[in-house]
């Protein structure tokens, strides 16, 4: 009974590096929920009050999920965090380049 609930609010898409579970017809992925919720505190309420398209029902389904499948996602979460730094180390942001430019000008 729980899994179809759970699916009724949960889709597994296809995407770089694997599936992605996120909220049924939005870009929400679960990780998103679990950061905002587990990482940056907000509360159910607060994480729909910011995304006006989701419910308390997909926040807490995607909570549900995250905790049946937590090894994956916290795993999925530190893979993309780590990507992210070593995209900031190697890649210099156009507006970077060009106040270096201006400095040396």
Known sequence: ????????????????????????????????????????????????????TITLADVHAALAYYWDHREDIERTIAEEQALVQELRKTNVSPLQEKLKRHRRG
């Open 1 to 52: 009974m729980m899994a179809n609930v759970i699916q009724e609010h949960i889709e597994i898409v296809p995407g770089a590096g694997g599936p992605k579970p996120r909220i049924v017809g939005h870009r929400i992925r679960v990780q998103d929920v679990v950061i905002w919720h587990e990482k940056l505190g907000m509360s159910p309420d607060e994480i729909v009050h910011n995304h006006h």
